[in-house]
Every structure is written in C-alpha cells, then in structure tokens.
C-alpha cells in the first residue's frame, strides 16, 4: 500500500525561489515540510511518501533534486524546458508523464504544461507556463485521509483529474464567446475582426484537443505501467479521468463545428450582401444606361435627326427619358433590385 504525498500551495512557506511546496505524508497524514535536500531520506522510510511541487524551476534546482531521487538525465532535460508534447516515458523506477494545461488569458486560450516524477515513495510536479495553482488538490486530498494513504497513486490521480477539470472553465469561456458571435452573424453586425476571431478560437480548440486527447494514452498507459504498476483500486480512477477527457473532446468537437456553421454563416451573409450590393449596381446601371444611349445618339454630328429642328423635342427627348427612368425604376424597386 502506498501513502501519499506533497503540496503546491503558494500559501506555504518559500524556503527557495521556484519550491512551491515540499512535504512529507504517512498514512494519509501531513507530517511535516521538509527542504528538497531532505527529500531522500524521507523516501527511504517505509509507508512514507514525498511530494515536491516546483513552479518553473532552475536548472540547479532541477540538479538538487535529481540527486535526491536518482531521476534520469532525460527526464530531468525534459523537465527544464516548455513546449514538450504530452506523454508517458519510464525511466527505470520512475514515470515522467507530462501534460498540457490550458488558462484563459486575455481572451486567448494560453497552454501551459506539468511534467510529473512518479517513483516508489515520492512525487515530483513542475509546472510552466500558463497553470491553475493546485493547492485545492492538496486542500482535498489533506481532508480525505484515507484516499490520501494511497499514496502517490492517488495524488498523480488527483493531478490528472485536476488539469482535465481545468479544461471545462476554458471551454465555458469559449462558449460564451461563441453565443455572442453567433447573435452577431444573425443580426448582421459581424465585423472582421469577428471573423478573424472565429479562426483563432477554432485553432486553439483545435490544439486544446490535442492536448486533451494525448492524455487518453496517458491514463491507459498508467495502468499499464511495468516498473510500478498502479493499485488494483486506483485503476478505475484514472479510467474516470479517460472519461472526463472524452468528455471534454465532444465538449471541444460540438464547438468547433459551432464555430465552422458560424464561419460558413458569415461567409454566406458576406456574400448576400456582396450580391445585394451587386444587385442594386446593375439596376442603376441599367436605369443610366437610357439616358446615356439617348443621349449619346443625339450628341452624334448629324443634321437629319427626329425632333431636332422642332420646337419641342428636347422637352419630348426628356420627357421620354423621364417616363423610360421611372418605369425601369418602379419595376426594379418591385422586383426588389432596389
């Protein structure tokens, strides 16, 4: 049976820049806080379990504490740096998994990442970049005693599941968003800007998707792990993580095809007005054009031509233009050209 483990909470002491949190659990009970260079030592208790919460540490910080598990230099190069893709890799008897979180920032959706070190006895978190604080997983694992002596099973659990949860707020957001872009496409009023807003949430989706959906084979590979395999007990927890993520990816898919309806309905509206505007042209086009071909007939240099010696045929030329005009004009603003 494993017992669990650590907190990232900023309302802890600092005892170094980048060290969130670091404390030490044995039977589901908080023992103590502990400096990342004790951290070994803890872990060769039985029935105790460390966790390190670091927030965008330092390469001598990352050193100290590979020391103090033996943790690959792999993973410990994969830790330092941003942009990794998410997955699960073992490294002898450790599992460095690595997931995407996801934060609305400025009304983008702004991607972080957490790079997590499963081992007999300890549990390592880095987080970087764009990330919700994950004191309420310590909060309600600390409550729970219980759930919280299986250790590090439970708290990579309670990490996974946070992270997936965090995704909905972000998808709430975009939906909203999304509403409102709707109500604008049907009223008429999208601007341009609006258009190009559409594209940016649909590439974000898109790439909150994938990130959503590399944690399936995450959790699977969980369970699946050979150098320490997760509890009997614990397995249908991570397979109700598998669950919320599916959840997520339909949540995702409805609105990204929400999205394209509303792009294609912009498109379409573009082009109504396009063809109205169009419309509208050809049928003063074709109402200018009378008084322009007669026109263009009686300013030829000829001597002989019908009413040009009589006394009222410029009234008559205009007036007939006049009639021609406003018969084209009724039936065109009837047939609704204008």
């Known amino acids: 049976m494993l017992h669990a483990v650590v907190t990232e909470d900023a309302s802890q002491p600092k005892a170094e820049e ?7 659990y044995a039977g589901g009970q908080r023992l103590a806080d502990i400096a990342v260079d004790e951290a070994g030592a803890w872990t ?29 230099d792999l993973a410990i190069e994969d830790a330092g740096k941003a942009h990794q ?15 995407r979180t ?27 970049g764009a990330s919700t604080s994950y004191a ?7 409550s729970c005693p219980t759930v919280l002596s299986h250790g590090e099973d439970y708290i990579l659990y ?28 049907f009223a008429g009023e999208l601007s341009q800007g609006d258009v190009q807003r559409l594209y940016v949430l649909r590439r974000d989706l898109l ?35 598998t669950d919320h993520i599916h959840r997520v990816q339909d949540e995702i898919d409805a609105l990204r095809e929400v999205l394209a309806f509303a792009f294609e309905a912009s498109m379409m509206a573009g082009q109504v007005q396009q063809t109205h505007i169009a419309r509208r042209l050809a049928a003063w086009a074709a109402i200018l054009a009378v008084p322009t071909a007669i026109a263009g007939i009686y300013g030829m240099n000829f001597e002989v031509m019908p009413e040009l010696k009589w006394e009222y045929g410029y009234l008559v030329v205009l007036g007939a233009v006049a009639i021609i005009c406003s018969t084209l004009f009724y039936r065109l603003r009837k047939s609704g050209w204008l």
């Open 18 to 24: 980048g060290v969130v949190a670091a404390s030490v």
């Open 158 to 185: 309670a990490l996974l599941d946070f992270i997936v949860d965090n995704y909905m707020p972000v998808l709430e957001m975009v939906n909203t968003e999304v509403e409102a872009v709707e109500d604008k496409v």
């Open 85 to 99: 893709r998410p997955k699960l890799e073992q490294y002898g008897d450790c599992v460095f998994i690595v997931a």
């Open 102 to 128: 996801a934060h609305m920032l400025d009304g983008r959706i702004s991607f972080g990442e957490t790079h997590i070190f499963v081992g007999r006895g300890y549990i390592v978190s880095v987080r970087h």
């Open 136 to 142: 309420p997983v310590r909060q309600r694992a600390e």
């Open 44 to 72: 060769k208790r039985p029935g105790h379990v460390v966790w390190i919460g670091l927030l965008e540490p330092s390469p001598e910080l990352l050193a100290r504490v590979q020391v103090q598990f033996g943790l690959h």
């Open 207 to 241: 790439r909150l998707r994938n990130a959503a959906s590399a944690l399936v084979d995450v959790c699977r590979r969980v369970q699946r792990v050979e150098v320490r395999p997760i509890e009997v007990s614990m397995q249908p927890l991570f397979r109700d993580v």
